[in-house]
């Protein structure tokens, strides 16, 4: 092996590490930014709406740093955070129809549009 393969298999375990631990950060982050809402919400009594709101957009937030600091984004979350941003308004603004058949809907939606999203995009996803 010459000089220059080790020397870019280093730099690929470097860059691998890093990446590792920005990740172990951002989940510590969110982690503590999800307990300190749920305990604020709890302390100060926020309605259900304004809690899964709140909790909608931490878990969105992280998946926003993640993709900024050049990490896969993890779908799954991406998927949790909308529902409960969705079903944190459904509570604010008191809608009238049922949540359930809409996230199915909109679940379904989500599965056939990932089919046909760009490679592009899809490399950033998890």
Request: aromatic share 10%; glycine share 10%; hydrophobic share 55%.
């Amino acid at each position: 092996m010459s000089q220059e393969d080790m020397a870019g298999e280093q730099a690929t375990t470097v860059e691998a590490t890093e990446r590792s631990n920005i990740a172990e950060k951002l989940d510590a982050v969110g982690w503590g930014l999800f307990f300190v809402w749920i305990g604020s919400a709890l302390l100060f009594e926020f309605s259900w709406g304004v809690t899964l709101v709140g909790i909608g957009i931490i878990t969105l937030g992280g998946q926003l740093a993640r993709f900024s600091s050049k990490l896969k984004i993890e779908g799954c979350w991406v998927v949790v955070s909308m529902a409960f941003l969705l079903g944190g308004i459904w509570q604010l603004v008191d809608a009238e129809l049922p949540l359930v058949p809409i996230l199915l809907i909109l679940a379904g939606l989500t599965v056939l549009l990932a089919r046909f999203l760009p490679n592009r995009l899809q490399s950033h996803i998890e």
